[in-house]
Each structure stands twice: as structure tokens, then as C-alpha cells.
């Protein structure tokens, strides 16, 4: 790499933090080379001045890069053994606590797969145990920086491939025949409210969350925007909540001392009560 190329890199990297609102600092340098060095080979374009002509002439190239750069790979129920525990023991232990709300928050959500997962197992569980009543108090925010992923996600429509790792009765649940492809149904849907939210630079919703879900989003940070990330979600959960990571993420800085990790396989931390 010449000192042409970082130069030709870091105003490259302006004028996406212009044009498409994502602070690439905040991303780790190799992964959003990787990604933009595979739209200039998609587009036969060979440098970084190249490349920025036609960002400003192509608003249709912008969009497909803002896709590249963030991250959107996710199924329902991914990771089965985490979402195992969540439906056997977090999920009853939530919602059952004598609180009057339920609430929860999905950080990096991308298409929606996640907080619907989620969704469904307080779903059936209300269900299971004749509560269906408290459906109204339950809520899953879930935000995402990419607003395409978010327009899909509050349709609620998904390739049947995108369930094969769904437990074959939650499919037949909560789930009904869009076309070729399934849909998830209402009263699932309604538990979720889908935001534009940007974890790099903007802070979450709320503070009294029970139970945040972030897995396989913090990896793409660099060290110091993790460790914030962490604080923050120590800060957001209520006492006694719960922070779910992905399988490869381990919490580290301050916010270590403020949660306790009870399941390591899982990435299960919970923050004292």
C-alpha cells in the first residue's frame, strides 16, 4: 500500500462519511478495504480516484456500497444452541419476573431476522402459559444503520431458505404463505419496532432494557468503538438484564467489571440486580 493509496483511501472515505452517513473510522481499516476493493472490481474500477468519480455520478453504486460496508448476514434462529437457551431459560425467567414490561433491544438487527426469533419465543411462551394478555406489554426495539435492511424487515417477508434453521413448529406458528415466500404473521410482528440507528456514533433508545441481543455485530469495530459499545450496553440493560454477544465476541474494558458472564459458551453476560 503507497502513500497514494492511503491518501486516495481516507478522502475516499470522506466522502462516504458525506454522502452515505457511516463513519468508516469506526470500522476496522481491513474489513472496509476488503469491501470496497470488491465493488471496484464488481464496477472495473483500479483506484481510489476512479472510484469517487463514480460515487458522485452513480447515487445506484452509492447504495450498493452502503450495502457492502454494513453488515446484513443473519437467519432465523441463527446459532441454535444461544437461541436454545434463550427460549428455555431467559425468555421464561423475563417475562415471567412480575415486572409490567418487557423490554428488549436488538443491536444490529439487519433484516429482521433476529428480533423476530426473539419475538416468537415471547410469543409462544405467553401463549403456552395462557397470558396472552401481556403480548401488549411486551416490546423489541431493533436498530440497524442500513434502511433498505429495515424496509425489509417491517414487511416481514422472507425466502423460505432463510428458515432452515427455524425449529419446524415456530415456522408453522408464527408464519403464513406470502406468495413464494412466507410471512411473518401479525401478532408477532407488532411486538417489534424497527429504527435507524447508527451504533458507531449514536446512543440507544433507552436505558431499562431486560434482555439486549447484539451477535456478530461488535466484531467489525475497531478496539476502541468496542469498547464503547460495551459501556453502553452495560449503561442501557435494567438491573438483572441480560447481554447476549455472538460466539466469537468477548466482553473486555470497563464493562467487564459491571456484568458478569454466566453462560461462556453462549456469550451470556447479566448485569447485577
Not at 415456522?171 to 408477532?188: C, H, M, N
Request: charged fraction near 30%; glycine fraction near 6%; hydrophobic fraction near 40%.
Amino acid at each position: 500500500m503507497t502513500l497514494a493509496d492511503d491518501a486516495g483511501f481516507a478522502e475516499l472515505s470522506r466522502q462516504i462519511a458525506r454522502g452515505a452517513g457511516l463513519v468508516l473510522e469506526a470500522y476496522k481499516d481491513k474489513c472496509v478495504r476488503r469491501r470496497i476493493a470488491v465493488r471496484m472490481r464488481a464496477c472495473g474500477v483500479h483506484t481510489y480516484p476512479d472510484y469517487r468519480a463514480l460515487l458522485e455520478r452513480s447515487p445506484e453504486e452509492c447504495e450498493r456500497l452502503r450495502d457492502a460496508l454494513t453488515i446484513n448476514v443473519t437467519r432465523f434462529y441463527r446459532n441454535a444452541d444461544t437461541w436454545s437457551v434463550l427460549r428455555r431459560d431467559l425468555v421464561p425467567a423475563l417475562v415471567d419476573a412480575g415486572r409490567r414490561e418487557f423490554r428488549a433491544w436488538s443491536a444490529g438487527c439487519s433484516s429482521g431476522e433476529e428480533p423476530y426469533t426473539l419475538a416468537m419465543l415471547v410469543v409462544e411462551h405467553l401463549e403456552q402459559v395462557g397470558r396472552v394478555d401481556a403480548l401488549g406489554r411486551a416490546r423489541i426495539e431493533a436498530t440497524d444503520v442500513d434502511r433498505a435492511c429495515l424496509e425489509r424487515a417491517r414487511a416481514g417477508i422472507y425466502r423460505r431458505e432463510m428458515l432452515s434453521e427455524l425449529p419446524p413448529e415456530l415456522t408453522e406458528a408464527y408464519f403464513r404463505p406470502a406468495g413464494a415466500d412466507l410471512q411473518v404473521v401479525e401478532r408477532v410482528r407488532r411486538l417489534v419496532a424497527f429504527t435507524e440507528l447508527d451504533l458507531s456514533r449514536q446512543r440507544p433508545l433507552r436505558r431499562d432494557y431486560h434482555l439486549i441481543l447484539c451477535r456478530n455485530v461488535v466484531i467489525y469495530f475497531d478496539r476502541a468503538t468496542q469498547v464503547r459499545l460495551f459501556q453502553v450496553f452495560a449503561e442501557a440493560l435494567a438491573p438483572g438484564g441480560y447481554l447476549v454477544l455472538g460466539k466469537v465476541e468477548t466482553l473486555f474494558g470497563p464493562a467487564r467489571d459491571r456484568l458478569l458472564l454466566i453462560d461462556p459458551r453462549e456469550r451470556i453476560y447479566r448485569r447485577p440486580a
